[in-house]
C-alpha cells in the first residue's frame, strides 16, 4: 500500500469531485430563477399595460374586481395553470386551491396577479425539488461506490460488493438530520416557499403605495428572487456534502472498516471548527454528521478518510474474505470501471424467492447427481465382472507375444 497521505488526497478529491455535482445542478437553478424573474416581470407589465394610467395604479385601483370578459380570461388561465400542476407535480393543495379560484365570480386584480406570482413559485419549487432528488441520489451512488472503489485499491484487497439499494437512498433521502427536524424536501416545500412567496407580494403591494414605478418594483423583486437563489445554493451544497457522507459512512460499515480520519481542505476559507476537527481519529460506529463527521457547517467540505494505520490491510484482508477464506487482489493500475465489473457487477444480489428456487433447483440437481452416481457403480461392477476373464486371456498372449 502506497503511504497514506496519497490516498487522504484521493478521498479528498473524490470528495470535491461529489460536491461538483451540486455545483453543477446550482447552474440550472439559476437559469430557473431567470427564467421566473422574466415571467414575473411580463406578468408586471401586462398589468400595468391593462389597468395602469400614465404608468400608474392605486392600491385601491388595484383591488377592483375584474370585470366579466378580465375574469374569463382569468380562468382561462387558471385552467392552464391546472393543467400543468397535475401533470407537474405541484403540490396538492396548490391545485385545489385554482380548482377554487376557477369557480369564484369576485377576484381582484390584485389577488388575480398574486395568482400569477403564486404559480411561478409553486413551479420554481417543483423544479428544485425534481432535481436536487436526482443530484442527491447520484451523489449518494457515486459516493458509495467510488469510495469502495478507493479503499479496496488501497488495501490492495477486493472482494464482493453489493448493488445499492434504492430503499436504502430513498430512506436517508426522507430522514432528517439537521438539528431543525427537517430533511432538504420540507425545506423547499416550507420555508423558503413561504419566504420567497411574501416577499413578492409584499414588495409589489408596497410599490403601489407608495406610488413607485413597475421598474422600481420588479427591481425590488429581483432582490428578493436573489435572497432566495443564495438560499437554495446555500441549502444545495450543504445537502451535498451530507450526502457525500452518508455514503461514505455506508461503505465503511459495508467494508467493516472500523476507523476514520477527518479531512479539511486548509486554505484560506476553511472554518475554525474544520480546522479543530482536522487529523482527529474516529470510531465508525460513532459516525455522526454534525458532531464528529461532516459536514460540520453549511457549504462545508471538509470529509473523511479510512484512518490507514498498521492495522487498516490486516482489517480489509479478513473482511474481503468470501466463504471459501479466500480474497482477490486488486492491482494499483485497475481503473474505476474494471473493479466496477469485477466487484459489483459480477455480484448482483437474488431475490428471497429466486433464492428458494435456486435451492430447490440445487437439490434437485444434487439428487440426481446421487443417482446417476449409484447407478455408473452398479454399471461398472457388472462391466467388471464380465470382462475380468477376457482382459486375462489378453494378458497371457501379449505376454507370450513378448517373450517370442
Known amino acids: 500500500m502506497q503511504n497514506s497521505e496519497y490516498w487522504e488526497k484521493r478521498f479528498l478529491l473524490l470528495n470535491e ?14 437559469k430557473d430563477y431567470a427564467n421566473v424573474m422574466e415571467n414575473i416581470e411580463k406578468d ?76 411561478q413559485v409553486e413551479k420554481l419549487e417543483a423544479i428544485k425539488e425534481h432535481g436536487l432528488t436526482n443530484t442527491l441520489k447520484d451523489i449518494y451512488k457515486e459516493g458509495y461506490y467510488r469510495t469502495a472503489y478507493e479503499i479496496q485499491r488501497a488495501s490492495g484487497i477486493g472482494s464482493a460488493f453489493s448493488r445499492i439499494d434504492e430503499t436504502k437512498i430513498n430512506k436517508v433521502l426522507a430522514k432528517p438530520w439537521a438539528p431543525d427536524g427537517k430533511n432538504f424536501s420540507e425545506r423547499i416545500w416550507g420555508k423558503d416557499r413561504t419566504q420567497l412567496l411574501y416577499q413578492l407580494e409584499n414588495r409589489f403591494s408596497q410599490g403601489m403605495i407608495r406610488g413607485e414605478s413597475p421598474q422600481k418594483i420588479i427591481k425590488d423583486m429581483q432582490k428578493a428572487l436573489n435572497s432566495s437563489e443564495y438560499a437554495t445554493r446555500r441549502l444545495v451544497m450543504t445537502e451535498s456534502a451530507f450526502f457525500a457522507s452518508a455514503s461514505r459512512k455506508e461503505t465503511y460499515d ?93 455480484n448482483q444480489k437474488v431475490s428471497a424467492k429466486d433464492n428458494i428456487l435456486l435451492k430447490e433447483q440445487k437439490q434437485s440437481i444434487n439428487q440426481s447427481i446421487d443417482n446417476a452416481e449409484s447407478l455408473q457403480k452398479q454399471q461398472m461392477k457388472q462391466l467388471q465382472s464380465t470382462t475380468k476373464p477376457q482382459k486375462q486371456a489378453n494378458s497371457d498372449i501379449k505376454y507370450h507375444t513378448n517373450k517370442k
Not at 469531485?17 to 439559476?30: A, C, D, R, S, T
Not at 477527518?262 to 458532531?291: E, H, N, W
Open 17 to 30: 469531485m461529489l460536491l461538483q455535482k451540486g455545483e453543477n445542478y446550482i447552474k440550472n437553478v439559476q
Open 44 to 119: 408586471i407589465n401586462d398589468f400595468y399595460m391593462r389597468f395602469a394610467q400614465e404608468n400608474n395604479i392605486t392600491f385601491q385601483q388595484a383591488k377592483q374586481i375584474l370585470t366579466t370578459s378580465e375574469r374569463r380570461a382569468f380562468q382561462m388561465k387558471l385552467h392552464d395553470y391546472i393543467k400543468y400542476g397535475s401533470q407537474n407535480g405541484l403540490s396538492k393543495e396548490w391545485v385545489k386551491k385554482l380548482k377554487n379560484a376557477s369557480t369564484v365570480h369576485s377576484i381582484t386584480r390584485l389577488q388575480a396577479l398574486q395568482y400569477q406570482f403564486r404559480q
Open 254 to 346: 459495508k467494508l467493516e472498516v472500523k476507523q476514520y480520519k477527518i479531512l479539511a481542505v486548509l486554505d484560506t476559507k476553511t472554518s475554525t471548527i474544520c480546522r479543530d476537527m482536522d487529523g482527529k481519529v474516529f470510531d465508525v460506529k460513532d459516525y455522526q454528521p454534525g458532531l464528529n463527521a461532516n459536514p460540520f457547517h453549511a457549504n462545508c467540505r471538509t470529509t473523511t478518510t479510512p484512518y490507514f494505520n498498521d492495522k487498516f490491510a490486516q482489517q480489509q484482508e479478513c473482511s474481503a474474505r468470501d466463504e471459501n477464506g479466500k480474497t482477490y487482489y486488486i492491482p494499483a493500475n485497475m481503473t474505476y470501471e474494471e473493479w466496477y465489473n469485477k466487484s459489483v457487477e459480477s
